[in-house]
């Protein structure tokens, strides 16, 4: 019986002093170490975390911001690209349009005085008695005719507004009368005719305007 006492003891502390199973102690130690320090680590990490994914979002809020600014002035600078362009072929149509608006003045004395010829020939005279006046005659009113015709093909528009309302931007008014038979407000009298280029005045009519008696 004592014998069989001393056999258990031996046992047990063969078993405890075993190479195996003091090897697996430190592990099992490590183990219960790391579930035991696992959470508090991870809760150590988390406000470095936080603080990285604030930085981040920041970093995004300031990149949409300038992305937001820059595509404001991209559009705004197609805006005013596109403003000018429209200025500039403006500017380039009315320089083809109105560029003769000079040379053409300098031509309109030239028909006012074709005008008063034709107008200063005696009606009466002209008849086969007299047919070197008739002959030249005829050969003004073809060349005011003809020059009228130059006028119209490059959009230069004789302005004879007798009877028309007064316009004063198409007429210049050089005195009020009243006359009998006329509105007033009308014009009554043209002394010199005027001229308009591609529909912009270049000559205003002079005229005598009626008014109320």
């Known amino acids: ?51 990285a994914e604030t930085l981040l979002l920041e970093e995004k809020t300031q990149l949409e911001d300038q992305l937001k600014d820059m595509m404001g002035k991209y559009k705004r ?12 072929h403006k500017m380039i149509e009315d320089a083809k349009l109105y560029g003769i608006q000079g040379f053409c003045k300098d031509l309109l004395e030239v028909a006012d005085i074709l005008e008063k010829a034709t107008d200063s020939v005696p009606k009466e005279e002209m008849t086969t008695q007299n047919p070197h006046l008739k002959n030249l005659y005829d ?7 003809q020059i009228q015709k130059v006028f119209t093909k490059h959009g230069l528009v004789k302005l004879n507004p007798d009877g028309q309302k007064f316009d004063p931007y198409e007429h210049e008014a050089l005195f009020h009368t009243p006359v009998e038979g006329k509105e007033p407000g009308t014009v009554a009298m043209v002394t010199k005719v005027g001229y308009k280029l591609h529909g912009r005045t270049l000559r205003p009519a002079l005229v005598g305007v009626a008014k109320a008696p």
């Open 1 to 51: 019986m004592a014998s069989w006492g001393v056999r258990a003891v031996r046992q047990s502390y063969s078993l405890v002093a075993s190479p195996a199973l003091i090897r697996a102690s430190p592990r099992l130690l490590c183990t219960a170490t790391q579930q035991k320090n696992g959470p508090a680590s991870e809760g150590a990490e988390r406000p470095e975390q936080s603080a």
């Open 77 to 88: 600078a197609l805006a005013d690209t596109e403003n000018l362009r429209t200025r500039t």
């Open 139 to 145: 050969g003004l009113v073809m060349t005011e005719v």
